[in-house]
């Protein structure tokens, strides 16, 4: 298994999915497998149009 740079970023992350859920109406918890592909897939989707657009404002 790979070593991670920074361990902290898995914390953020997960806070930043989980608020990402909230705003688009997936109800996230510990275990997801009661969700569809779908809407996990919209969860990680709209997380990396956000990054995205962060870091073109960053440019």
Known sequence: MAQKL???AKQGLNRFK??????IGVPF???NGNLTSK???SVG???VK???E???RNL
Do not use: F, L
Request: with cysteine.
């Open 6 to 8: 920074i361990p902290e």
């Open 29 to 31: 918890t510990d275990y």
């Open 18 to 23: 989980t608020e990402v859920a909230n705003e």
């Open 45 to 47: 989707g709209e997380m």
């Open 54 to 56: 962060q870091y073109e």
């Open 50 to 52: 956000r990054m995205v």
């Open 39 to 41: 809407q996990c897939g």
